[in-house]
């Protein structure tokens, strides 16, 4: 069942069998697109960052046992549910400045973004027409602001830095009526999918498909150009019984938007136009398109005092990750008040420096053999071949080094500088000799360009 695939709120991804690749033309244009760009920020932001846990999942009772044991106060269940269902009355992000999220995503070398326009507690941070509970309801105090709309305001920062715009969309809503029933009391038993069972109850179900249809609808023809729809909850599917008719409501969003692609998460077929694995990265190179979604903190909603990985540890994340093939998506929970946490800006200012030096070894390139062999990543773009050496410690003197490559090689210029590299084939590859030292501790790319 498809809902094996997340296990305590992690998705796992869909296997290259599952992958039915598209016919539309503007789709793969667009997919062409989306494997040159390489890295993405991803951010999770909502009511619930005032408590500074984990979204939404702690509010399905099936999910209890892992998603609760950040709740350290004396409240049970049914309390919880009812003080998280509120925190809308108290979300007041003052702080925002949108305008500044995109520069920090610029900055850091980020190609495109992907919001969370509503995630599993059915919050919209958009002014949805079809939804009470939302950033722009006169019972959040956040609704008087100017950037009240603030998945509007965020587009179109990110628009205009020229980042790319994915729409998160959770396919499950646990506060809308026609999913989970008598949320308000909260005083029946919730697991993930809906109160009923839609195939018993099809007028419910088709309230439910109505009002998901018409949320995606807006999203997708009101927001200005949208490259990805992003789908979370992998159980809403037609085998679980909770068939909401994604494709219909993608074929008409795509009358607006050309070519937008669809990643509906771990679904296979046609509209899983790329897969998503979370938290992890594959063992070996994927034949379809790909992108992982990692954490730059500890959780991908906001938690006080988190530690964040740095730039050295995300960029070597994105080496390994687009030697592969894939994209990284690195996620950073904004704060309760708008700002994005001063420890993922220090990380996000060094990763665009090393970025700013030797993106073109990542930015539009390619996979190619040996792929990722000792301390070697390789990437190729047209008659070029990146050997991305990845230091071991922090700080490498070396100043000769074998590239394990085996084919006919013309010439070798080092990206930090632009200088040509000594260079002449020896067993195991080309001896590279007489370049500069090392301008960071993360690694260094060398352009080798084909005979």
């Not at 179109?156 to 959770?170: H, L, P, Q, T, V």
């Not at 006080?304 to 998506?329: H, M, T």
């Not at 060094?350 to 990543?377: C, E, H, Q």
């Not at 930090?416 to 030292?437: E, I, Q, S």
Request: net charge negative; glycine share 8%.
């Amino acid at each position: 069942m498809a809902d094996e695939m997340v296990v305590e709120g992690t998705h796992n991804y869909s296997t290259e069998e599952k992958y039915v690749k598209p016919k539309d033309p503007e789709v793969l244009k667009k997919l062409e697109w989306f494997k040159d760009q390489k890295l993405a920020l991803m951010m999770h932001w909502g009511p619930y960052s005032q408590m500074g846990i984990v979204e939404s999942w702690a509010l399905s009772d099936g999910d209890a046992d892992w998603s609760r044991n950040c709740v350290d106060w004396e409240v049970d269940g049914e309390e919880f549910k009812r003080e998280y269902f509120a925190l809308n009355k108290t979300f007041n992000p003052v702080r925002f400045e949108p305008d500044k999220w995109a520069e920090y995503a610029k900055m850091a070398g980020m190609k495109y973004m992907i919001f969370t326009t509503k995630h599993h507690d059915g919050f919209c941070m958009f002014d949805s027409k079809y939804s009470d509970y939302k950033i722009t309801a006169k019972d959040c105090p956040f609704h008087t602001n100017k950037c009240a709309n603030i998945t509007k305001e965020i587009f179109d920062a990110f628009r205009d830095k020229g980042i790319g715009i994915a729409a998160y969309f959770s396919k499950a809503d646990w506060h809308v009526d026609s999913y989970w029933h008598n949320n308000e009391e909260c005083n029946i038993f919730h697991d993930r999918g809906p109160s009923y069972k839609p195939s018993e109850n099809p007028e419910e179900w088709k309230r439910f498909v109505d009002f998901t249809q018409n949320q995606i609808m807006e999203l997708g023809t009101e927001y200005g150009p949208v490259d990805i729809m992003w789908f979370d909850a992998g159980w809403v599917c037609a085998e679980n019984d909770q068939d909401i008719r994604l494709g219909e409501v993608i074929e008409k969003v795509r009358k607006t938007q050309p070519g937008m692609l669809c990643c509906d998460r771990t679904i296979g077929g046609e509209y899983e136009n790329y897969v998503t694995p979370e938290q992890c990265v594959p063992d070996k190179p994927l034949s379809i398109p790909w992108e992982s979604c990692i954490t730059m903190g500890t959780s991908f909603s906001f938690r006080y005092e988190d530690e964040y990985k740095s730039a050295r540890e995300i960029i070597r994340l994105l080496i390994d990750i687009v030697c592969k093939g894939g994209n990284l998506a690195i996620n950073v929970g904004p704060q309760p008040d708008g700002r994005i946490p001063e420890g993922a800006i220090r990380t996000m200012k060094d990763m665009g420096k090393w970025l700013s030096v030797y993106g073109d070894a990542i930015y539009g390139t390619r996979p190619v053999a040996p792929y990722r062999t000792g301390n070697f990543a390789f990437t190729q773009k047209n008659d070029t071949i990146y050997a991305i050496w990845v230091y071991e410690n922090s700080i490498n003197w070396n100043r000769h080094v074998v590239v394990p490559v085996e084919e006919d090689i013309a010439e070798v210029t080092d990206i930090a500088n632009g200088k040509k590299v000594d260079c002449r084939r020896v067993d195991g590859g080309y001896l590279l000799t007489g370049f500069d030292m090392p301008d960071n501790g993360i690694a260094r790319a060398f352009a080798m360009k084909r005979k």
